[in-house]
């Protein structure tokens, strides 16, 4: 059974699951890890959601604010032997109703061309395309998608 813990940036049990992230998005990203990798530092991340089975941290993702409606969804993983279990779409789930309950009305995130499980993730759970936004605008290999989050 899969245990979800709202937490914050600081948890020990994130900060590994990061590790184990960024070391998967350096071979999938190739080049451009760096470009990437300077807009995903997770030192001030005040809404973190882990998720376990049989108290082994295997998943997360995380929410920072955007703007006074929006959260940006950053650092969805799923440790690859656990994957195929819904363990991102429970913890995607979690993250939009914490937005929710903070007043913000959408989640919006970016991924990049190659992450093709997260781009099906993301659709699934029904966020759509949009023009990509901030640092990620004139980006070639980066997609955008939100969705609205029910109040």
Not at 83 to 98: C, Y
Request: proline share 1%; charged share 30%; with cysteine.
């Amino acid at each position: 059974m899969i245990k979800l813990l709202r937490t914050d940036s600081k948890h020990q049990d994130f900060i590994s699951l990061v590790v184990d992230l960024d070391k998967y998005l350096a071979v999938t990203d190739g080049e451009d890890h760096a470009f990437y990798d300077q807009f995903n530092k997770i030192g001030a991340i005040k809404y973190v959601v882990i998720a376990y089975e049989n108290d082994v941290a295997v998943g997360c993702g995380a929410i920072k604010e955007m703007n006074s409606d929006s959260m940006e969804v950053k650092r969805m993983y799923t440790n690859p032997q656990f994957r195929g279990k819904g363990i991102a779409s429970k913890v995607l789930s979690e993250l939009e109703k914490w937005t929710a309950e903070l007043r913000y009305k959408k989640c919006v995130l970016e991924t990049g061309k190659k992450q093709v499980e997260a781009i099906q993730l993301y659709k699934k759970q029904g966020y759509t395309l949009i023009d990509n936004y901030g640092q990620y605008v004139g980006v070639e290999n980066s997609l955008c998608f939100e969705k609205r989050v029910k109040n």
